[in-house]
């Protein structure tokens, strides 16, 4: 890919907390002729099963949610604080309606694994192959304050996907 450089996972010196909280990341699955992308600041990195993994969680109305389901791989792409507006347009106009990427600025380009989508103006991608994904319960929470995430009983289905590939620029 151009302008980026693939690193070993195990070099990735990031803050999570920040990186993904603060400054949030797009989701995206699908190729770059049929993709959809949506911002997220929900999720995780770090070890499971002997491997490098990225979880992330997507409700089931969200349309990036059909091509999570659909596909093998996704891609998690990081961009700059300069590209803020972008992340927030992803994150409150659906797929469904307008192309994205395009009233964001942003230019899809094919990732590294074949059927991924990533973005040229991000400055860390990580490629994820899907291993596992979990519909939360909320039988399971045992603090009941995260009942309140879900007004509508919409609940995330978590995403686990094996670091395939981390580009950085």
Request: hydrophobic residues 40%.
């Given at each position: 890919?151009?302008?980026?450089?693939?690193?070993?996972?195990?070099?990735?010196?990031?803050?999570?907390?920040?990186?993904?909280?603060?400054?949030?990341?797009?989701?995206?699955?699908?190729?770059?002729?049929?993709?959809?992308?949506?911002?997220?600041?929900?999720?995780?990195?770090?070890?499971?099963?002997?491997?490098?993994?990225?979880?992330?969680?997507?409700?089931?109305?969200?349309?990036?949610?059909?091509?999570?389901?659909?596909?093998e791989h996704f891609t998690l792409s990081f961009f700059e604080e300069q590209y803020r507006p972008a992340l927030e347009l992803c994150g409150s106009k659906s797929g469904r309606d307008i192309d994205k990427a395009?009233?964001?600025?942003?230019?899809?380009?094919?990732?590294?694994?074949?059927?991924?989508?990533?973005?040229?103006?991000?400055?860390?991608?990580?490629?994820?192959?899907?291993?596992?994904?979990?519909?939360?319960?909320?039988?399971?929470?045992?603090?009941?304050?995260?009942?309140?995430?879900?007004?509508?009983?919409?609940?995330?289905?978590?995403?686990?996907?094996?670091?395939?590939?981390?580009?950085?620029?």
């Open positions: 890919m151009n302008g980026f450089k693939q690193i070993d996972p195990e070099d990735l010196e990031v803050r999570p907390f920040k990186l993904i909280l603060k400054d949030w990341m797009l989701i995206t699955a699908g190729p770059p002729e049929g993709f959809n992308t949506m911002t997220a600041g929900w999720g995780g990195m770090g070890a499971l099963w002997s491997t490098h993994i990225c979880f992330c969680v997507i409700r089931p109305q969200r349309y990036t949610y059909e091509f999570m389901e659909r596909e395009a009233a964001a600025g942003l230019t899809p380009v094919p990732g590294v694994l074949p059927g991924t989508t990533c973005f040229a103006e991000a400055r860390m991608v990580i490629e994820c192959r899907k291993i596992y994904f979990q519909d939360v319960d909320p039988r399971n929470f045992l603090d009941p304050t995260i009942h309140e995430w879900y007004p509508e009983k919409d609940y995330h289905r978590m995403y686990v996907g094996e670091v395939v590939n981390v580009l950085v620029k």
